[in-house]
């Protein structure tokens, strides 16, 4: 889940980490610069300490981005130990960084990182640059600003690094004009699917392959673990839901609370709208004018607008529209639309109204607020205020009960229970992947079922924030182990396996005789006859094909160029058990003049990225071979959340 995550948090260019302050500093530590050598080191790079309090600090910061990412689901123990090799990564990338700066000597001054300070966006204000925000925002981070200073020189001194590594690298114009003549080939290949189908029925499977595909395929047929759940949830919904309602009570709510209630007026409308702008002539205006009118007479007569929008929706001679608006305030619609509807009771509808957009019917559907605020037009929305506001109040309430209780009894919930009045439920067996719905799909509740806390130790769950209303907390009633599965109940798979691995097997041997009598000379007629299938042609053939099973466009694009007219062959295994033989009749790349300058350019910049990336990784993977680098693990183990 997590193997990309270096790629995106080891950037080397500072002005871009600060600038968009994703990683707040992960390496920091400030305690490297203003400590001394008291506190433990979590590594040793040449001569220099990682202190444990930079790794904790880094590690928290790629913690807690990855479980922002992450949303509700949960990290695993594998998670948290691949997020602290990386957060180790980070620390060492940067001190050997560091260390090869310091050794060559490069050097940013005060003025540069001053320079480069005032031009991060986060610490200006509306007069630009502002000191104010910027002690602010670094005081956030937890730093003093020489030490965020301090940093940022170290990062600028890298970034001339790097600098000065990739931009040896050079692709020239000819290079890049090649290039792109080659990704803009085309190809005439001539391919045909050998399915692996047409093996399955002539085979057949014995009782004593099927007993040694078992045995030698046991993996496979694991059933695995479940367990079944006992817990308590606390819903702030369900307690709006039974909260006692009584008028007065609401009456007297509305009155402490009236001002929320008093709204401007807003009226809800459908309109039709035929349009005829004022550039339109008179003409189209008139006929357009009278085709509302016609509308307006369907509308009256009791014809609905579905069936007024299905005739005028396919109708080009005129441009219909039919909107369904929610409450609109005064001065929203067009003046001459908005005069109108001020001016409707609910229930009404408009004569024809012309505005500088063309012809509109108006239909009043409710209005709200204004003259319209009182207790009982507020009802709805007084009602529901009410029960959520006496819901928090016992939600909170509940919710340290639930934590305390659960923590002090951690063998039951039988007291969480009779403490909080809440009831126990129970859940069906699921495994490690889920139930199907409801709570236990829910990632945290399968994490922290599967904890070792709970499924071994045997107690509570922590309480789990299963969303911003609703909590729980749980604990295994009944844990049934990882099985093998009989082999009767597997006895379908396996001869399907066995089936599919044999027609998979002959399809292969069945391509590979096809490409020798290729290769010996054969017409594709006379082996499509022979063999019994069929060739696909297809000409100007690009890499972009969508039209081409993808792995036989791939495999027509590895092959090499036809030579002396001769088809260049080649095959390949299928997802599907078939099997793909493939033949390349010939390469057409396109001439120079053909590929546009922009195209050139581009191709350029990219084969100069990618080469400087791959310089920089060799300069970064030789200093670090070099480098004596000693790594404490049990005191990395030890850091936790």
Do not use: C
């Not at 709006?240 to 309602?245: F, T």
């Not at 699921?430 to 139930?435: A, D, E, R």
């Not at 844990?479 to 066995?498: A, F, G, N, Q, T």
């Not at 005789?513 to 006859?529: R, W, Y």
């Amino acid at each position: 889940m997590l193997q990309t995550i270096r790629d995106k948090t080891t950037g080397w260019l500072a002005i871009a980490i600060v600038a968009v302050l994703i990683v707040p500093f992960a390496f920091w530590g400030i305690n490297y610069y203003f400590t001394g050598g008291t506190e433990p080191s979590v590594a040793k790079v040449n001569n220099a300490d990682i202190k444990y309090n930079q790794f904790q600090r880094t590690y928290a910061n790629y913690r807690q981005q990855m479980q922002a990412m992450l949303g509700n689901r949960v990290m695993g123990p594998a998670d948290e130990e691949l997020l602290k090799q990386q957060a180790l990564d980070m620390l060492i990338d940067s001190e050997l960084l560091n260390q090869v700066t310091r050794k060559i000597k490069l050097a940013a001054s005060d003025d540069q990182v001053r320079e480069t300070i005032k031009n991060i966006d986060v610490f200006k204000g509306e007069e630009g640059f502002s000191k104010e925000f910027y002690q602010r925002t670094v005081s956030m981070l937890g730093m003093p600003p020489a030490a965020y200073e301090q940093q940022m020189r170290l990062d600028m001194m890298s970034e001339q690094l790097q600098s000065a590594v990739v931009e040896s690298e050079f692709v020239s114009r000819q290079a890049a004009e090649y290039a792109a003549r080659l990704a803009n080939q085309e190809r005439n290949v001539t391919y045909a699917i050998i399915p692996a189908e047409k093996f399955i029925e002539s085979i057949e499977v014995s009782d004593e392959q099927i007993e040694k595909f078992y045995k030698e395929n046991t993996k496979l047929y694991i059933k695995p673990e479940q367990v079944r759940i006992a817990y308590i949830s606390l819903s702030l919904d369900k307690l709006a839901e039974d909260v006692h309602i009584d008028e007065e009570d609401l009456r007297t709510y509305y009155e402490a609370n009236k001002a929320k209630y008093d709204t401007d007026e807003q009226r809800q409308v459908t309109q039709i709208l035929l349009k005829a702008e004022d550039i339109s002539t008179e003409e189209i205006k008139e006929a357009t004018r009278a085709e509302a009118n016609k509308i307006l007479e369907r509308i009256r007569s009791g014809q609905s607008y579905a069936d007024i929008a299905r005739v005028y929706t396919a109708n080009k001679d005129f441009d219909f529209t039919i909107s369904e608006y929610g409450f609109l305030g005064r001065g929203i619609l067009e003046p001459e639309v908005d005069e109108v509807v001020y001016s409707m009771q609910k229930d009404e509808i408009s004569d024809v109204v012309q505005s500088k957009l063309g012809f509109h019917i108006l239909a009043l559907r409710d209005i709200k607020g204004g003259v319209m605020n009182t207790f009982e037009n507020s009802h709805a929305d007084v009602e529901n205020d009410y029960r959520k506001e006496q819901a928090e109040r016992q939600f909170f309430d509940l919710a340290d009960q639930l934590a305390t209780t659960a923590y002090e009894h951690p063998d039951t919930l039988e007291i969480t229970a009779a403490e909080t009045e809440l009831s126990i439920e129970e859940s069906e067996f699921f495994s490690p992947t889920g139930g199907v719905e409801g709570l236990t799909s829910n990632p945290k509740v399968i994490a922290a079922s599967f904890s070792e806390d709970v499924l071994k130790d045997g107690h509570n769950s922590e309480v789990l924030e299963l969303s911003e209303t609703e909590l729980a907390v749980l604990r295994v009633v009944e844990h049934v182990p990882s099985s093998r599965r009989p082999l009767e109940d597997v006895r379908d798979e396996i001869i399907h396996d066995i089936k599919f691995t044999t027609a998979s097997g002959q399809a292969y041997e069945l391509g590979q005789e096809v490409i020798a009598d290729l290769e010996a000379g054969k017409e594709f007629a006379t082996i499509s006859e022979d063999r019994q299938i069929e060739w696909q042609e297809v000409t100007a053939l690009k890499r972009a094909d969508v039209s081409v099973n993808r792995a036989v466009l791939r495999t027509a694009f590895r092959l090499g160029r036809p030579q002396e007219e001769k088809p260049l062959l080649g095959g390949i295994s299928l997802g599907t058990g078939d099997y793909a033989v493939i033949a390349v009749i010939a390469v057409n790349i396109p001439e120079p003049a053909t590929i546009k300058d922009a195209e050139i350019e581009n191709t350029q910049k990219q084969l100069q990225a990618l080469r400087s990336a791959a310089s920089w990784k060799q300069f970064y993977e030789e200093i670090r071979s070099a480098a004596k680098i000693r790594v404490f693990k049990d005191r990395i183990s030890n850091t936790g959340f």
